[in-house]
Every structure is written in structure tokens, then in C-alpha cells.
């Protein structure tokens, strides 16, 4: 059995019970993506479960070894080092070998960041496409200008480091009255979820220094996002 164990984007409060209990009584062997990160986690729940990097790194080497320990009978938990396994993180490849395999794999439901920043950025919801992150060279153009053009609200991540040049980019494609948002620290002290026209949140944030991975959430290019709330009916 291989579990998929969502855990904490910030909160540790946000684990759920089940994981607490599948990662301290029913896997011999916790797959991390950075085992120190993991290890602050599983210390503050007195959870004393053994670890083995598992990374981007080392996943292709990595993947054969332990599909022959889970079918060997070997019950292992997969983490990254926030958020959903495989959901812009290591994971794929051994979920795909295991069912190959015959290697039975259970996902538990729990933290993703993209789900809180889509719900609460105030963008049509209904339907959306998650981009995950761009390229950072080949490519990227041409999946920016793929995105411009989907009728529905589109979702990115990106990297404090990399966040001016993707909202100068979006500016470029989209048009500067494109509604988004740009949500970071999510779940954290300084949360913090800015809806505005994506030329706005370009010059608001190119005066700021910030922290952490973000969620892009821009609007699609036939939705009408109005400024102002909704008119409401109370009759």
C-alpha cells in the first residue's frame, strides 16, 4: 500500500486526523521531499515514523527500489513538503509505477493551495483550468498565450523571485484590465489575497518585497469581472 498524505501549506493545524494516524501507525517508511521539513511536522505530532528522502532529484532512480518494497509488502506514506503529493510535486511517476505494478495506492484528501486562493480570490470558480508553474524558459511564451485566450479562470504558481516578470508577462497577454489575484502565505500569520486588475497588482507589487510561493488566479478573457459587488435582490 503506498498513501498519498497531504500535509500542512503553512497551518500545521491544517493535518487532518487520518493522516496523523496513517503517518504514525500505518506506514514503516515516511517518502519526504525534504526530510527536514517533514521531521518539524511529524515532531510536533510525536510521530517517530522513520523517513527516506524522496525528491526530484532521485525520483527516476528512486521509483524501482521502492515499488519492489511496497510489493513486497512494505506499507509507505509519499509527502512533499506542502500540499498534496504530485499536484506540482514529486509523485507522478511512482503513483504511475505502482498501478502498473498492481501496487495498491490510496490518496487522502487535505491541503492544496490553489483550492483556497481559487475560492477566495472572488473570480469565477465554476470552472477553471490549473496551470501549476510556467516554464521558466522554452516554452513559456506560448503557454502564456494559450492561457490569454481560455474563457474560463486560469490558475498559476510562481516563485517570489520570478512573480514581477510573470505579472509583467500576464500584463502583456491578458491586457492590464484583466481581473486577478495574487494570494501568498496562505494559511499562514500574513495571509494575504489581493483581487485587483492584473496592471494594479503589477505596480502595487513591484514596490514590495515578498516572501513564499504565490497563487496567480487571473480571470478568463470572456468573463465580465466587475469592480464592484454584485447588485443584490432582496426582495
Known amino acids: 500500500m503506498l498513501y498519498l498524505v497531504p500535509t500542512p501549506i503553512g497551518n500545521l493545524e491544517d493535518i487532518t486526523l487520518r493522516a496523523l494516524r496513517v503517518l504514525g501507525q ?70 504511475r509505477a505502482c498501478r502498473q505494478a498492481g501496487v495498491r495506492v490510496e490518496c487522502l484528501p487535505g491541503p492544496t493551495a490553489f483550492v483556497p486562493a481559487l475560492v477566495a480570490s472572488g473570480l469565477p470558480c465554476d470552472r477553471f483550468h490549473f496551470e501549476g508553474f510556467l516554464p521558466h524558459k522554452k516554452g513559456r511564451q506560448m503557454r502564456l498565450k494559450y492561457l490569454a485566450t481560455l474563457p474560463h479562470t486560469f490558475v498559476l504558481y510562481e516563485s517570489p523571485y520570478r512573480l514581477l516578470r510573470c505579472l509583467t508577462e500576464l500584463v502583456e497577454v491578458c491586457g492590464p484590465d484583466r481581473m486577478a489575484c495574487l494570494a501568498r502565505e496562505l494559511t499562514k500569520l500574513h495571509e494575504e489575497i489581493a483581487t485587483a486588475p492584473l496592471a494594479e497588482l503589477l505596480s502595487t507589487y513591484s514596490n514590495r518585497e515578498v516572501k513564499g510561493e504565490m497563487v496567480l488566479v487571473v480571470s478568463g478573457k470572456s468573463e465580465k469581472t466587475a469592480h464592484q459587488l454584485p447588485e443584490v435582490n432582496d426582495e
Open 26 to 95: 500505518e506506514v514503516s517508511v515516511i517518502l519526504a521531499e525534504d526530510t527536514r521539513t517533514t521531521r518539524r511536522l511529524l515532531a510536533r505530532y510525536d510521530i517517530r515514523t522513520p523517513l527516506r528522502a524522496f525528491h526530484a532529484h532521485n525520483e527516476h532512480a528512486a521509483v524501482g527500489r521502492v515499488v519492489a518494497e511496497l510489493a513486497a509488502g512494505t506499507a509507505m506514506a509519499l509527502v512533499s513538503d506542502a500540499g498534496t503529493p504530485g499536484i506540482s510535486d514529486p509523485g507522478f511517476l511512482l503513483v
